[in-house]
């Protein structure tokens, strides 16, 4: 069993910066991917940003250039590094890992993350 723990989430003027960490409970080998996804109000859940074997990275389009997802493998941390944001921005973001062997997923319990001035 996997748990992840987030952190770094808040209120934060448009143009302003935050950084997300989730720290997952033992130890989360880098074949598995993980990444952060958001849910904003009357959406759907989206994935923002994925870091897989390699340190190889995805974003989802709207994040690129502005987002920056990295990972410690000997903390088992990854991270999401937010700059320039903006309103649209806002969302719950949340934390995930995908156990490739048993193909499952993990999930952390969320962080609000509030873009307004």
């Known amino acids: 069993q996997v748990q992840l723990v987030e952190s770094g989430g808040g209120l934060v003027q448009p143009g302003g910066s935050l950084r997300l960490s989730c720290a997952a409970s033992g130890s989360i080998p880098s074949i598995n991917p993980m990444g952060w996804y958001r849910q904003a109000p009357g959406k759907q859940r989206e994935l923002v940003a994925q870091i897989r074997s390699g340190g190889i990275t995805t974003y989802t389009d709207s994040v690129k250039g502005q987002f920056s997802i990295s990972r410690d493998n000997a903390k088992n941390t990854v991270y999401l590094q937010m700059n320039s944001l903006k309103p649209e921005d806002t969302a719950v973001y949340y934390c995930?890992?995908?156990?490739?062997?048993?193909?499952?997923?993990?999930w952390g319990q969320g962080t609000q993350v509030t873009v307004s001035s």
């Open positions: 995930n890992v995908h156990i490739v062997f048993t193909r499952t997923d993990y």
